[in-house]
């Protein structure tokens, strides 16, 4: 299964971006941008870990 979210460069740092949105993610209403690489890595290795487990949670 490939993952959902992936790390990107920024103009501030680095988003975790979703690709089935085609949007940077989303959690508690505040998007995953501008981040430093160990954190959006870890971030988007947390969203891709629910994702597997069938989690579809919308997060806003």
């Not at 680095?14 to 690709?19: A, G, H, I």
């Not at 959006?40 to 989690?55: I, P, V």
Request: net charge negative.
């Amino acid at each position: 299964m490939a993952e959902r979210y992936h790390v990107r460069p920024d103009r501030e740092g680095f988003t975790v971006y979703d690709l089935w949105t085609g949007e940077a993610a989303v959690i508690a209403m505040t998007p995953q941008t501008g981040l430093s690489r160990e954190d959006a890595d870890h971030t988007a290795d947390l969203l891709n870990l629910r994702a597997r487990r069938g989690e579809r949670a919308v997060f806003q």
